[in-house]
């Protein structure tokens, strides 16, 4: 059973960087069969995918329209996980942050981390 | 970037009677070997999305035969057949045929 756990700060101010940790267990960040994503959700803007990273021969990282130049997603090897940051967050970014895992065949989200309620004030 | 866009926003229905939400696409969701990159999620109160059906008509493990999907290449259906109080949440449509990944804007479901 593929468990995801995420991790990070619950309140950024803007202007600050937004980091998050999706722990996987179950599964493993390379393998060749699955993507690692993030989603967020808010009122105003729905659910929102933000990119991924997926191992095939060797390392893919895609961007969502919304955090282009923003974000980077860093998968990590060694502890089995990925991780998110989003540079300059304005009140915007606050949304409910989710990982999934994607498989690529055949092309869907089969498992959601918990959700983490993510809040840009001062 | 395919813009999706569901119908009704929201919809009450009785148990036991039937519901049918709307997704239409921007452009095209078939993919190159015929298949329909068109998936459906249902998200309940502080739940995380679940997978419905995918490929447009291919219903999850797990997931009723009650519901069940539909369409063509930019109009697709779900149908939930005589309803039960669980289903209630918002349904959510998504294409997965490209980069960047979109989702409808959601229609909620509630049970009388």
């Known amino acids: 059973q593929v468990q995801l756990q995420l991790s990070g700060p619950g309140l950024v101010k803007p202007s600050q960087t937004l980091s998050l940790t999706c722990a996987i267990s179950g599964d493993s960040v390379s393998t060749d069969i699955s993507a690692w994503n993030w989603v967020r959700q808010s009122p105003s803007r729905g659910l929102e995918w933000l990119g991924r990273?997926?191992?095939?021969?060797?390392?893919?990282?895609d961007y969502g329209v919304s955090v282009k130049g923003r974000a980077t997603i860093h998968p990590d090897t060694s502890k089995n996980q990925f991780s998110l940051q989003v540079n300059s967050v304005t009140p915007d970014d606050t949304a409910v942050y989710y990982c999934?895992?994607?498989?690529?065949?055949?092309?869907?989200?089969?498992?959601w981390g918990q959700g983490r309620l993510i809040i840009v004030s001062s | 970037e395919i813009v999706m866009t569901q119908s009704p926003l929201s919809l009450t229905v009785t148990p036991g009677e039937s519901a049918s939400i709307s997704c239409r696409s921007s452009?095209?969701?078939?993919?190159?070997?015929?298949?329909?990159?068109l998936n459906w999620y249902l998200q309940k109160p502080g739940q995380s999305p679940q997978l419905l059906i995918y490929?447009?008509?291919s219903r999850a493990s797990g997931v009723p035969d009650r519901f069940s999907g539909s369409g063509s290449a930019t109009d697709f259906t779900l149908k939930v057949s005589e309803v039960e109080a669980e289903d209630a949440g918002v349904y959510y449509c998504?294409?997965?045929?490209?980069?960047?990944?979109?989702f409808g804007g959601g229609t909620k479901v509630e049970i009388k």
């Open positions: 490929l447009g008509s």
């Open positions: 990273t997926y191992y095939m021969s060797k390392w893919y990282i």
């Open positions: 998504m294409q997965s045929l490209h980069t960047p990944l979109t």
């Open positions: 452009q095209s969701l078939l993919f190159s070997n015929g298949s329909k990159c």
């Open positions: 999934a895992r994607w498989a690529h065949h055949p092309r869907y989200f089969d498992y």
